[in-house]
């Protein structure tokens, strides 16, 4: 059984950091390019970041660069997200997902819980 565990979220400050981790099982992740996405209260899900299976390729939501970097550890089958400079409109529930050619869509069609993120101004 294909599952996707998101980790690492919580309250933090405006101008605080944290780092998600998303642990993926049932079968090897290593050969797919992988992405954080997120959805607000009352919002559509949105793509935050990507990474490709080797790790030398990665794409960010104009919102978000500079101030997070999407990284992963295959040999853990675990992708991470470091999130800086936090701001209110970062706080939603991050989830992980395989993606799809255009790094931007999730590819599978079922999600994990995810994990809150609240910052607080």
């Known amino acids: 059984q294909v599952q996707l565990v998101e980790s690492g979220g919580g309250l933090v400050q405006a101008g605080g950091s944290l780092r998600l981790s998303c642990l993926a099982s049932?079968?090897?992740?290593?050969?797919?390019?992988m992405g954080w996405f997120r959805q607000a209260p009352g919002k559509e899900r949105e793509f935050v970041a990507s990474i490709s299976w080797s790790g030398g390729v990665t794409y960010y939501a104009d919102s978000v660069k500079a101030r997070f970097t999407i990284s992963r550890d295959n040999a853990k089958n675990t992708v991470y997200l470091q999130m800086n400079n936090l701001k209110p409109e970062d706080s939603a529930v991050y989830y992980c997902?395989?993606?799809?050619?255009?790094?931007?869509?999730?590819?599978?069609?079922?999600w994990g819980k995810g994990t809150l993120v609240t910052v607080s101004s």
């Open positions: 997902n395989t993606v799809i050619s255009d790094f931007r869509t999730g590819g599978m069609p079922y």
């Open positions: 049932g079968r090897t992740f290593s050969r797919d390019a």
